[in-house]
């Protein structure tokens, strides 16, 4: 099940968990312009994850 946290790099809401619930639980009352910019990144949906992703690590 997924759940809302804070992400550490810029303070805005993100989530965490298996990634089938970001909509319809651990972000559904967190408009888009105050959601980390990586929320849909996969992984735990932080900016530190979602670098990693791009740069493969």
Same mark, same amino acid.
């Given at each position: 099940?997924?759940?809302?946290? $804070?992400?550490? #790099?810029?303070?805005?809401?993100? +989530?965490?968990?298996? %990634?089938?619930?970001?909509?319809?639980? *651990?972000? !559904?009352? $967190?408009?888009? #312009?105050?959601r980390?910019?990586a +929320?849909?990144?996969? %992984?735990?949906?932080?900016?530190?994850? *979602?670098? !990693?992703? $791009?740069?493969?690590?």
């Amino acid at each position: 099940m997924c759940r809302q946290l $804070v992400c550490e #790099e810029c303070h805005k809401k993100t +989530w965490t968990g298996c %990634g089938q619930h970001i909509e319809t639980r *651990a972000l !559904k009352d $967190v408009p888009v #312009e105050e959601r980390c910019p990586a +929320w849909e990144k996969g %992984g735990s949906g932080t900016c530190k994850d *979602a670098t !990693k992703a $791009v740069l493969g690590q």
